[in-house]
């Protein structure tokens, strides 16, 4: 029984679209014709034709902990019988798990696109996004571009809060703090120079260069997790295309 429930899990693990079914079976003949409408292709165990079927059932059964038949799995994910995969069609689940769509958008074969997943903006939403498509095995790239200011001004991966928000804002408000703080240590027994200065562009300096740590630990974050990162903008032509424009700058 143990070497059976192996080969399942192993079956499971190993299949992206997996349904334990019996050929007789009128709602295991309608889960597969939900797969054929789809044009998604899948891998059928037909237990009444194995010499072990009924240990093979009662294996399934252990593993997935259910036992009435179909069996639907996706990339390793227990979907349920008929009713669950119908359900889970309907609201969109299904096609999340095999990176489709149920409504409206593209089903089946996605090769045709260049990504799975395209996100526009390299903000910290952005980023955890992208790598957690990335995980599962997605095809991702991230698109994100910061039009210069005035003055020439831009900035990397990570958005407005690690760039010019949250993070500079918190290094420049402890560093007013360690100012008041040298202040106040004379009287906790600190002997203090009376003479202490500030220099506002080493302050600059630290914060900036800390702020480029970051957005380089970004872009290597992506590059761990195979994720293109194109610094351009993004454009949406319908919803399956979106053009992009790499801006380059001269001098």
Request: proline fraction near 2%; charge should be negative.
């Amino acid at each position: 029984m143990a070497d059976l429930k192996d080969e399942v899990t192993s079956l499971i693990g190993a299949t992206r679209v997996l349904i334990f079914s019996e050929s007789w079976c009128d709602r295991c003949k309608k889960v597969k014709e939900l797969f054929e409408s789809l044009n998604i292709e899948y891998k059928a165990v037909e237990l009444d034709q194995m010499e072990n079927g009924a240990a093979f059932h009662d294996a399934v059964a252990d593993v997935v902990k259910q036992r009435p038949l179909p069996v639907v799995c996706v990339l390793g994910n227990v979907v349920g019988g008929l009713d669950e995969t119908l359900a889970a069609h309907a609201d969109g689940r299904l096609g999340a798990l095999l990176g489709t769509f149920s409504q409206n958008g593209p089903v089946g074969d996605t090769s045709v696109y260049d990504y799975d997943l395209l996100v526009v903006g390299g903000g910290s939403g952005g980023l955890a996004c992208s790598k957690a498509a990335a995980g599962f095995g997605k095809r991702v790239a991230v698109l994100d571009f910061v039009k210069p200011s005035p003055q020439g001004t831009s900035w990397g991966l990570g958005g407005t809060c690690v760039n010019v928000g949250c993070i500079p804002k918190k290094l420049m408000h402890q560093a007013s703090l360690l100012g008041r703080s040298i202040q106040d240590a004379k009287a906790f027994g600190w002997q203090v120079s009376e003479d202490v200065q500030h220099k506002w562009d080493v302050l600059v300096e630290a914060v900036q260069n800390h702020v480029k740590s970051l957005n380089w630990g970004y872009r290597v974050s992506l590059q761990d997790k195979d994720v293109k990162y194109l610094n351009a903008f993004g454009e949406f032509v319908d919803q399956h295309t979106v053009k992009v424009c790499i801006v380059y700058h001269m001098g």
